[in-house]
């Protein structure tokens, strides 16, 4: 499939853990970078992790660095977003995205726009 599908949402307790599953597509040939996005109701879409498909290289949004962790299966088939030490500053719907070749408008690529290819979210609630 040509679109991410992310899985693995739901209702987590503050200081929890919690692991999306991101399935790509076998076209990951044309696709220079995945990443994960978030966005609370009312607030802007915004930058959470990302993973360059050609050396594995990543990159994090400053103020979660050393909480969250991307990373990819042995098979290419999916990426993963390790959340730690969760609190309810987490609590949005996470997107999984794909950004194609040719079309990355910023190195490492960060902001929506440079992202084409978006799964539909999954949702994440920390209470307490």
């Known amino acids: 499939q040509v679109q991410p599908v992310e899985s693995g949402g739901g209702l987590v307790q503050t200081g929890g853990s919690l692991r999306l599953s991101c399935a790509v597509s076998?076209?990951?040939?044309?696709?220079?970078?995945t990443g994960w996005f978030r966005q609370a109701p009312g607030e802007e879409r915004e930058f959470v992790a990302g993973?360059?498909?050609?050396?594995?290289?990543?990159w994090y949004a400053d103020s979660l660095k050393g909480r969250f962790t991307i990373s990819r299966d042995s098979a290419k088939s999916t990426v993963y977003l390790q959340m730690n030490s969760l609190n309810a500053e987490d609590t949005a719907v996470y997107y999984c995205?794909?950004?194609?070749?040719?079309?990355?408008?910023?190195?490492?690529?960060?902001?929506?726009?440079?992202?084409?290819?978006w799964g539909q979210g999954t949702q994440v609630t920390v209470s307490s």
């Open positions: 993973f360059r498909w050609s050396d594995g290289n990543t």
């Open positions: 076998g076209r990951t040939f044309s696709t220079y970078a």
């Open positions: 995205a794909s950004a194609l070749r040719g079309s990355v408008r910023h190195i490492p690529p960060t902001t929506p726009a440079d992202f084409g290819s």
